[in-house]
């Protein structure tokens, strides 16, 4: 703590807080599995990749269908030998044409671009189902780790409080007169190695939750999405 002080020039005193206890929550893989491919980042990047594959496949497929062309003209025409009859009895002229084009060579290009769309398609879907499946293993052995760690946790905490009794009750006994220093020592050592192992659980319990919470971007523990 002097150190950290000296090393940022900090000259008041620091008072150092006990972590706290995570929240005691509970993880439920299938909730969790929901969440990742409803949030994650990475699932919604997997989504695009395929929503992309299928936009492409559509437009090849349009693309080679037939070209049709509509055509449609009116008119009107008169003839006469006498400027005052020209617009009497006027003849209509409409006409309309339909025409289908189908090159031979566009047809087999397009065949060609339905066949590749076809294929990236399912390569893109085999691709995707690997890259989701990868983060849900992910997404269960962080919850496994998480649950892992909270049991160990119980069986630190109860090793810090009985290394600290131990403590105490050979502090008492020295300060009587009834033990020596060098045992004094020793209990003293084992109270500061369990209360290192009862933090070091700890913070691994509070950095396997967030790193759930970001796999998912839910909070667990109020049941809210994050934005």
Known sequence: LRQFQAFFFIKDSINLIKPQAPPKVEIDKDVAIERLRQNSTKALQIQRKLLEADRELSQARANAGLKMDITISFGLSKSSTSLANLYNRLQDQENARLT??????????????????????????????????ELETELIRQIHIWQLAQKQLAIAQKTQESAEKSYQITFQEYLGGFTGLSELDKALEAKNLASQNYLRQLESIWIGYYKIRLLCLYDFEKKISLD
């Open 100 to 133: 289908f084009q189908v090159p031979i060579l566009d047809w087999q290009r397009g065949k060609s671009e339905i066949k590749i769309a076809t294929l990236n398609k399912k390569s893109i879907e085999s691709q995707t189902n690997q890259e989701m499946q």
